[in-house]
C-alpha cells in the first residue's frame, strides 16, 4: 500500500530504496542465477512459471505483476497462466514443468520434508543435474525478491492509459 504520491504506507520501509547496496547485491544474484538457467538450457518460459509459481504460494502482487507480463512476452499462454495454481490437475504442463514445478514448491515450502523428497526424486528423474540446480537457485532467488516487495509492500499499479 502507498500513498497518492507513491511514497510506502506509514511504518513501511523501502527496503530497495533504504539499503541499495544490499537491493543490488540481489539484483546481481539474480542476474547470475538467470545466466546460470540459461546455461543449463531451461527456456524463459520455464524460468517465469518457477517465478510465477514460487510468487503466488509468497503472495506476492508485486512479482506477480512484472513475472505475468514477463512470461506473456516470452509467449505464455493466458490459459496456462489461469491454471498454474492448479498445475498438477490438468495436462497442460510437459513433465519437465512439472518436475520444475514442485521442485520450486518444495524449495519455498522445506517444512514438507517428504513432498520435498518426492520433488527432488521427481526431479532426478527428469531435470539433469544442471537443470535441477537452475531451478533450485531460480526459486530461491525469486523468494527472495518476494520477501523484498512483500515487507516493502510494494504496489502493483494500474498501467492502463487514463482518459
Not at 539499503?19 to 546481481?28: E, I, K, T, W
Request: glycine share 4%.
Amino acid at each position: 500500500m502507498s500513498d497518492a504520491a507513491g511514497a510506502p504506507a506509514v511504518g513501511r520501509v523501502y527496503l530497495d530504496k533504504q539499503s541499495p547496496q544490499a537491493y543490488h547485491a540481489l539484483v546481481r544474484t539474480a542476474e547470475a542465477v538467470r545466466a546460470t538457467a540459461a546455461d543449463a538450457g531451461l527456456d524463459r518460459l520455464l524460468v517465469e512459471l518457477v517465478n510465477l509459481r514460487v510468487s503466488q504460494l509468497n503472495g506476492c502482487a508485486s512479482c506477480l505483476d512484472v513475472h505475468t507480463r514477463a512470461a506473456l512476452r516470452a509467449g505464455e499462454t493466458t490459459r496456462r497462466l489461469g491454471v498454474l495454481a492448479a498445475w498438477r490437475d490438468t495436462e497442460l504442463f510437459t513433465a519437465r514443468e512439472r518436475a520444475a514445478l514442485a521442485l520450486a514448491e518444495a524449495t519455498t515450502h522445506p517444512s514438507d520434508a517428504l513432498a520435498q523428497e518426492r520433488a527432488y526424486e521427481e526431479a532426478r528423474r527428469t531435470l539433469t543435474d544442471d537443470e535441477l540446480s537452475a531451478v533450485i537457485w531460480v526459486a530461491i532467488a525469486i523468494n527472495a525478491f518476494n520477501r523484498v516487495s512483500i515487507l516493502s509492500k510494494h504496489p502493483v499499479r494500474d498501467a492502463s492509459p487514463t482518459a
